[in-house]
Each structure stands twice: as structure tokens, then as C-alpha cells.
């Protein structure tokens, strides 16, 4: 997992908590962080142009570098001995509202548009009109990403230390002057979501192929995954199966390992399954509910998803989705059932 990555995820689970002790802590602006003060007025009809040239820039910088993120509605200022802190929190209207205003600028704020941004709003407790957001932009995998600015201005940026400087021409030729990188990502293709049983002991059945798909520009060789699995309870169970044939794989009670034979090529735009995989849950959940998956290939870097799933919470899930399914007579949001069963591949 990348240092934006993890900023980016505390700051989603800890919301205001966070941003405050990330000032609290005089925690610099730095190679994956950025601070910035919201421009867009409540009263406006669109993003601010200082905004947009905020987010452009940091598109371009951190895409061009080791990726970063940006947490907007925080003042920083320049201190001689500790660099660029935080020095006030101004939280702004909307949250919500300036999020999306920040989607459907990412398109236009490079060239080529970096497809991997994602905004969150950070609200100052739920049902508040006032919070924060922030932005998490990963290294690209299609850079170097030119900057354009309104007015046809176009630069190619890069983040050193706490500031994204131009880019010469004879730093962007060393960085970028080689042949494009692999990059994959992982897939749960063709869930299905069923309740099996009768009352009062129901399951709630989820299934999936467990697939991935090539998401860079070149073909991808040698791919691998790492799970590892562990049920809530003696009546909850998580099977893997259907192996494809093109994948060696090792299994052990709690942990499988497939690695992609030497035949197997993905190209571009394109994706492989590598086997099934099937949760039952039924109560008691007496531990936690355990996923967790490290992936790639060959010259990609590591990647994983992680999901722990507290007993309370797997039966408040649990509850509620053979409620939809049963009683509303309506599939469970694939969405939500996917992100809480096997995070967000």
C-alpha cells in the first residue's frame, strides 16, 4: 500500500479527528501531502479557478512523482523551522456539492487525464453543512501528466518536498524516457447475492470470480495473488474453487497462493479469472470476519486489500441484507456487499 494510500484511508475512517491532529501534530506539507484552503464561494455556480489550478497542478505533480494527496480546507502557512504547516482549520460549506465539482474537473486538468483520482468529503459530524474534503491522486501509470491551466497554459509539474516545481525537459526524459510499466487491478466479476435456508437459521450466500484485469498500456506476464481468509463463526464458511487451469495454486486451511504459468498474457483493456470464491455467512459470528489479498505481476508493485469486519457489524450486515433480500423481495446493493465482504479492489 502507497504512503498516500494509507494518509488517504485514515483520514477517511478518522474523518475531522484526523485532519485535526494532523495539525495538532504540525504535520508538514510534504512529498505525499498537501494542504489547501477552499476558494469556491457558497454562493458560486462552479469551481473556483484558484481551486482548479490547485487540483491541476497536484494532478500533474503527484501523478509525475510517488502520488499524494491533498486536504482541502486547512490554512498552511511557510515556518522557517518546521516547512509548511497547517495553521487553521476552515472548514467550508457543502462538502458534498465541491466534491463533485472536483470529479468533473479531474478530465480536463491534464493531458492525458489521470483516470485513478478520488475525492471523499469529510463532513464536521453527519447531517453538518460545513467539513472538509480530500483528494488522493496515485502516481500515474500513464504519466508524465502535462498541467493544463486556463488561458492554453500547459507544464509538466513534479512534487519536491512540499512544493510542485516545473518539470525541465532532461528530468522528464529520465523519468519517463522507458518503456511503460505494468499495472493491474483486481476484480469480484458476476457477484450473485442469495439467502439460503429457512427461518430462523437463514444464510446470506455471496459468490464471485475472482479475477484481474490489466489496466496499463502494456501486456501484463506472470501475475500472482495472495489470500488469506478467516470465517466469523462455526456456521460461516469461505471457499475458494473453480480454479483456472492457466494458474499453479497452493492451498492451505487459511491461506491460498496462485501464480499465472509462464503461457498466460494479459493485454491491455483486458482481464482472466483465476477461481470462484463463495461466503456463507450464517450466526453466531464470534470473531472477526477476515479478508485479505496481495496481488500483482511481474514489474508491477505490490498491492493488497484488507477487510476486518467486527462480529457486531457483520450482524447488523448480515441482518440487514437477508432483510432486502427476503423480506423486500429486492437484491442487496451489490456495491456496499462487495466493499464490506472484499474491500475495495
Known amino acids: 500500500m502507497s504512503r498516500a494510500r494509507d494518509l488517504f484511508d485514515r483520514i477517511i475512517a478518522g474523518g475531522t479527528v484526523t485532519i485535526d491532529q494532523l495539525m495538532q501534530d504540525f504535520q508538514s506539507e510534504s512529498l505525499w501531502l498537501d494542504f489547501k484552503q477552499v476558494g469556491t464561494q457558497p454562493a458560486s455556480a462552479k469551481l473556483a479557478d484558484d481551486d482548479r489550478k490547485n487540483l491541476a497542478k497536484a494532478i500533474s505533480g503527484f501523478g509525475n512523482s510517488d502520488g499524494g494527496i491533498i486536504v482541502w480546507g486547512v490554512k498552511c502557512k511557510n515556518d522557517p523551522k518546521l516547512g509548511d504547516v497547517p495553521t487553521a482549520l476552515v472548514p467550508f460549506e457543502n462538502p458534498p456539492r465541491f466534491v463533485s465539482w472536483l470529479e468533473n474537473a479531474v478530465s480536463s486538468c491534464t493531458i492525458p487525464a489521470h483516470q485513478f483520482v478520488e475525492h471523499r468529503p469529510i463532513l464536521e459530524n453527519p447531517g453538518a453543512p460545513q467539513g472538509f474534503a480530500v483528494t488522493l491522486i496515485p502516481a500515474s501509470i500513464v504519466a508524465p501528466l502535462q498541467c493544463v491551466q486556463p488561458g492554453g497554459t500547459f507544464q509538466y509539474y513534479i512534487r ?186
Open 160 to 345: 519536491a518536498g512540499s512544493n510542485f516545481i516545473p518539470a525541465p525537459h532532461a528530468v522528464l526524459a529520465g523519468m519517463f524516457g522507458r518503456r511503460p510499466l505494468p499495472a493491474v487491478q483486481l476484480a469480484f466479476a458476476a457477484p450473485t447475492f442469495s439467502v439460503a435456508g429457512e427461518a430462523p437459521k437463514l444464510q446470506l450466500v455471496a459468490s464471485a470470480y475472482l479475477s484481474i484485469r490489466n489496466i496499463g498500456p502494456t501486456i501484463v506476464q506472470r501475475p500472482y495473488i495472495n489470500i488469506w481468509t478467516e470465517a466469523p463463526g462455526p456456521q460461516s464458511r469461505i471457499t475458494l474453487g473453480g480454479f483456472n487451469d492457466s494458474w499453479q495454486n497452493y492451498q492451505l486451511p487459511t491461506v491460498t497462493h496462485l501464480l499465472a504459468l509462464d503461457t498466460l498474457r494479459i493485454a491491455p483493456d483486458a482481464g482472466t479469472s483465476m477461481c470462484t470464491i463463495e461466503v456463507s455467512l450464517e450466526p453466531p459470528f464470534q470473531q472477526p470476519y477476515k479478508f485479505r489479498c496481495t496481488y500483482g505481476a511481474e514489474g508491477t508493485p505490490l498491492s493488497e486489500v484488507s477487510v476486518s469486519v467486527t462480529p457486531q457489524e457483520l450482524e447488523a450486515f448480515d441482518e440487514r441484507m437477508i432483510d432486502i433480500a427476503r423480506n423486500r423481495g429486492r437484491i442487496p446493493p451489490r456495491d456496499e456487499a462487495i466493499a464490506t465482504l472484499f474491500g475495495r479492489p
